[in-house]
């Protein structure tokens, strides 16, 4: 990577230098991780060790959420429904009962993955879905909260959030007369959403212009990591306030995104989601699984987990400092996870028509 030896210290260094250039269990047993030990091995099949996953109060809500919860996208990217069905079932026998997801998702897939892995277990669910207007109006939201519901085979949503606030006019348009947020007051008003919020991943000042508009929102979803702090933090920055407001945040992106920081050796897989459930304030850690291989993977971490200490959080912060520059944060410095639908609906080409 151009320039990491000049930028990186003495831990980063030996890291890029001696980690392989793959993924997976060999690459991460050989990774030097001196802050948080790393979980060795995998559970190969059930049973697991008997635990349950532990809860928090999911902010004001008055639930109870597990403190990880499974991400949408990555479901879509999993082998197939069988594989997704295997993977909710051990997730709920463990106590995760948190499943994110979005109506664009995989053009509907990822919904209707989950909505048939729930079916009969629905009741064990927090089930929460985004609305992808992008700027449209009302009665677009009112039609996919219906297209949502049939694909999670549901007649309500414990949360629903707008999808992917990332553009600098998003909170405008949001606020705007007969816009997306009033969408989000007529369902809940018809019984159809339980609780609402936004979330996003670009600048954590578009997060602030939502909440600083008056809306009252019960859940905000934003990108928490050891590389956040130093650069466009929103947990330095959203966090508190969301806290003082009782919101129930939902923190992603732990692992970058696409795992960048693991492959490159910047962390392990136990450092990167420990300090995002370590965070004070955030209610749930939502991670991408694609597979029962991660899943079992997370649960190893899981079964282990304690809330890092003050110096591990510090340690961790100050290894991040490193990397200031966005590289392990591509969601904020670069279009890479900029979705197609919401450039094309601010009037911008999709990401693949760019020049590389």
Known sequence: MTGAAAVAGPRAARAQATYPAQSGARAELQLPNPIVPNFQGRYSGPPLPPFQVPKRPMGSTGLQVSI??????????????????????????????????????????????????????????????????HGRKKDVAMRMLEESLTRLQTDHLDVWQVHEVIYYNDPEKAYALDGVLEA?????????????????????????DMLNRGFHFDTVQMPI???????????????????????????MKSMSG??????????????????????????????????????????????????????????????????????????????????????EQHNYPSAADLPA
Not at 189 to 207: A, D, E, L, W, Y
Not at 268 to 274: G, I, Q, R, V, Y
Request: aromatic share 8%; proline share 4%; charged share 20%.
């Open 225 to 251: 990591n050891p590389f956040d702090p130093s650069y466009r933090s929103f947990e330095k920055t959203v966090l508190p306030i969301a806290v003082q407001k009782g919101m129930a945040v939902f923190s």
């Open 258 to 343: 696409s795992g960048e920081p693991i492959v490159h050796g910047a962390l392990t897989p136990t450092e990167a989601l420990s300090y995002a459930m370590s965070v004070p304030g955030v209610s749930t850690t939502i991670s991408g699984m694609d597979s029962m291989e991660v899943l079992d993977q997370n649960l190893g971490i899981l079964c282990n987990y304690e809330p890092l200490t003050d110096k591990q959080m510090a340690d961790l912060r100050e290894h991040g400092r490193q990397f200031y520059d966005g590289r392990y944060e591509l969601f904020k410095s670069t279009l890479k996870y900029d979705g197609d639908l919401g450039r």
């Open 68 to 133: 990880i919860g499974m991400g949408g996208f990555h479901l879509g990217t999993a082998a197939g429904q069988e594989e997704v069905n295997n993977m909710i079932a051990k997730a709920l026998d463990h106590g995760i009962n948190f499943f994110d997801n979005a109506w664009e998702y995989h053009g509907g897939m990822s919904e209707e993955r989950v909505g048939s892995a729930l079916k009969g277990k629905r009741d064990q669910a927090i089930v929460m879905t985004k609305v992808c207007t």
């Open 184 to 208: 989000l007051t007529a369902a809940k008003q018809q019984g159809k959403v339980r609780f609402v919020g936004f979330t996003g991943h670009k600048n954590p000042s578009i997060h602030l």
